[in-house]
């Protein structure tokens, strides 16, 4: 068997058109676009890069981008009073302040300084218990791109079994609160499960985020299944330079599996794409609209 690649960056541009076209109609009807406001401190290139990223496709989708990009030696309280006049500026729904921080920042304290309306990441304790308990709220971009991948290769994911692995603030709880609603049979696996590739065997859909490149083996995988690969792990090449893999043995595993994102191209395309449809969203939300459609 080889699976089919599931094509993140083809379904993420639907995601962009849509969000273009709602970003319109949203400027017609309030007479301002949706606003994301980025808070980058310090010079992480990957970081610089990412949030490069995020503002380009931000201005792509016809929406206001306000940058802000802070020295490393930017204090909390600094940081805390820059999140506190974006949660006062009407102009700005969606705020963004990419981690990792420098460590004298603290992360939990800046995120829970975010207006939860405002909260695009979906980091919030507030979003996050929404989350949890099944009410509307602002969720992760990527675990919640996973998912859209998920039901755009299969339809629907209800009543199959889901292995999650990894279970991180930023991509493993939140992907299995969003599999739980959706009605799937879910176990979060993580550096303590008693033998991991057997419960990995179990699973119709696996969705692997631990960071660990090619950690996840084809001889995990069930056939048939449906894998999701999160990782984005740079490895040195015989060249001298690098290349990039996943968190699960590709080769090996598209031997297996039924459908299998790629890396590049498979879940990264989508967080972005996800960012922006977090901050409409955020929009309509906060001018009193209902939901946008499609979205």
């Known amino acids: 068997m080889t699976a089919r690649l599931i094509d993140g960056k ?4 639907t ?3 849509a969000a273009a076209s709602h970003v319109a ?3 017609r009807w309030i007479g301002r676009p949706p606003g994301l406001a980025t808070v980058l401190v310090g ?3 990957a970081s610089a890069v990412y949030v490069r990223s995020k503002n380009r496709a931000t201005a792509e989708a016809g929406m206001a981008s306000f940058a802000h990009n802070l020295p490393d030696t930017t ?5 805390l009073q820059i999140v506190g006049n974006l949660n006062a500026d009407e102009r700005v729904d969606g705020i963004l302040v990419q981690l ?3 460590g004298h920042a603290r992360a939990d304290r800046v995120i829970e300084t975010i207006d939860p309306s405002k909260d695009v990441d979906g980091f919030h304790p507030v979003n996050a218990g929404r989350l949890a308990t099944g009410l509307p709220a602002l969720v992760p971009c990527t675990p919640y791109g996973c998912l859209y991948l998920l039901n755009h290769e299969l339809g629907t994911v209800g009543g199959l079994n889901a292995v999650v692995i990894g279970r991180s603030n930023i991509v493993g709880k939140p992907m299995a609160q969003l599999l739980l609603a959706e009605s799937a049979t879910v176990t979060v696996a993580h550096s303590r499960t008693r033998d991991l ?6 699973a119709d859909v696996v969705v692997a985020a631990v960071g660990r490149p090619e950690m996840v083996r084809g001889n995990w995988i069930k056939p048939g299944a449906t894998v999701i ?5 740079r490895l040195p090449t015989d060249d001298g330079k690098s290349r990039l893999v996943g968190d699960v043995a590709f080769d090996e595993a598209a031997q297996v599996a039924s459908a299998i994102t790629p890396v590049p191209g498979g879940v990264g395309p989508m967080t972005i794409a996800c960012l922006l449809r977090n901050t409409v969203v955020a929009a309509y939300r906060r001018a009193g609209l209902a939901d946008p459609e499609g979205l």
Request: aromatic share 4%; no cysteine; net charge negative.
């Open 229 to 233: 690969d999160v990782g984005i792990n």
């Open 197 to 202: 590739p057997e419960v990995v065997r179990g």
């Open 10 to 13: 083809a379904v993420a541009a």
């Open 75 to 79: 204090s909390e309280g600094e940081l």
């Open 15 to 17: 995601i962009r058109e």
């Open 43 to 45: 010079e992480d290139p």
């Open 100 to 102: 990792p921080l420098p």
């Open 25 to 27: 109609e949203f400027e």
